[in-house]
């Protein structure tokens, strides 16, 4: 079976926060599976779902 990428703009929306958050979060490790792939980042929808449901497990500044 073929995994689903996202981009960082379409988790964003789906997200409701800025490109830049998701960028972050990628940057961190704290959305599981996310890869870089030349300069972008490609975000499994599998990732994406479970951020909605549970968030991350980022500091709270």
């Known amino acids: 079976m073929t ?3 996202l981009t960082v ?3 964003a929306k789906e997200l409701g926060v ?3 958050t998701v960028r972050k979060l ?3 490790g704290l959305i599981p599976g996310a890869k ?3 300069r972008w980042w490609r975000i ?3 990732s994406v779902e479970a951020v909605k449901r549970h968030g991350t497990e980022a500091p709270h500044a």
């Open 26 to 28: 990628c940057q961190q």
């Open 36 to 38: 870089r792939i030349g």
């Open 44 to 46: 499994p929808v599998e």
């Open 3 to 5: 995994k689903r990428f």
């Open 18 to 20: 800025a490109p830049a």
């Open 9 to 11: 703009g379409r988790v």
